[in-house]
C-alpha cells in the first residue's frame, strides 16, 4: 500500500523559497506508470495543480507557475522535492504530494501539510 | 477562476439522488481528456473516487457513478447518505500553454 508523508517547514517569510519534501514508502518511487506530483489548496478554497516529475528527472509544471517552481526526485531516498522561490501570502496553502498514474489522476495522496507564508 | 466551472453546492436529504456537473471547453473536456473525480471529507486530503470518465477505484460504493459527453461532465450519487457530505472536484487535462492538469474549483454536497 503506497503511502506519501510531506515533510518541511510551515511558515515562510515572504520574498522566500518554500521547501518541501514528500517519502514514499510502501512502493518505488522508479516506477514506470507512476508521475509524482504536488497539489496545493489555499485555506476554504479549491485544488491547484502545481507540477510533477517522472523518476527519469523529467518534469512538468503548471504554466502559471513555471517561473518560481522546481520539483526534484532522489531515487535512491525515494523522495521528491518542491521548491517554491518568491513566496508571498496568496502561496499560503496546505500542500499535498501526490502520486499520479501516467501523469494524470491522482491515485495516492499523501496527508498534506499547511504552510503558512508571513512574516 | 477555475478551467473547469462546478457549482458551488448541491444539495440532497437521504436517499435521494444528486448530481454535479463539471463543464470546461475544447482545449480539455472537448478535446477528450478524461475526466476524473475526487472527494474530500472535512478536515482530510482528497481521494480518488472516478477516474478515467466512468471507472471507480476499487472500494468505492457503486453508488457513485460518472459521465462525460462532450465539454461536460457529471458524477451522480444515489442512496444519499451522510457520509457523503463532502466536497467533490472534477480535473482533467488542458492542452493549452503547453497542457497542464487542471480542477474543477469544487462543489459542496450537503446531506439535507
Known amino acids: 500500500h503506497l503511502q506519501l508523508q510531506e515533510s518541511g517547514p510551515g511558515l515562510v517569510k515572504p520574498s522566500e523559497t518554500l521547501s518541501l519534501t514528500c517519502t514514499v514508502s510502501?512502493?518505488?518511487?522508479?516506477?514506470?506508470?507512476?508521475?509524482w506530483g504536488w497539489i496545493r489548496q489555499p485555506p476554504g478554497k479549491g485544488l491547484e495543480w502545481l507540477g510533477n516529475i517522472y523518476f527519469s528527472g523529467d518534469t512538468y509544471y503548471n504554466p502559471s507557475l513555471k517561473s518560481r517552481v522546481t520539483i526534484s526526485i532522489n531515487t535512491s531516498k525515494n523522495q521528491f522535492s518542491l521548491k517554491l522561490a518568491s513566496v508571498t501570502a496568496t502561496d499560503t496553502a496546505v500542500y499535498y504530494c501526490?502520486?499520479?498514474?501516467?501523469?494524470?489522476?491522482?491515485?495516492?495522496w499523501g496527508q498534506g501539510t499547511l504552510v503558512t507564508v508571513s512574516s | 477562476q477555475s478551467v473547469l466551472t462546478q457549482p458551488p453546492s448541491v444539495s440532497g436529504a437521504p436517499g435521494q439522488r444528486v448530481t454535479i456537473s463539471c463543464t470546461g471547453s475544447?482545449?480539455?473536456?472537448?478535446?477528450?481528456?478524461?475526466v476524473h473525480w475526487y472527494q474530500q471529507l472535512p478536515g482530510t486530503a482528497p481521494k480518488l473516487l472516478i477516474f478515467g470518465n466512468i471507472n471507480r477505484p476499487s472500494g468505492v460504493p457503486d453508488r457513485f457513478s460518472g459521465s462525460k459527453s462532450g465539454t461536460s461532465a457529471s458524477l451522480a450519487i444515489t442512496g444519499l447518505q451522510a457520509e457523503d457530505e463532502a466536497d467533490y472536484f472534477c480535473q482533467s487535462y488542458d492542452n493549452t500553454l503547453s497542457g497542464h492538469v487542471v480542477f474543477g474549483g469544487g462543489t459542496k454536497l450537503a446531506v439535507l
Open positions: 501526490v502520486t499520479q498514474l501516467y501523469g494524470d489522476h491522482a491515485t495516492s
Open positions: 510502501g512502493g518505488s518511487i522508479n516506477s514506470s506508470s507512476s508521475y
Open positions: 475544447s482545449s480539455n473536456l472537448g478535446a477528450g481528456y478524461d
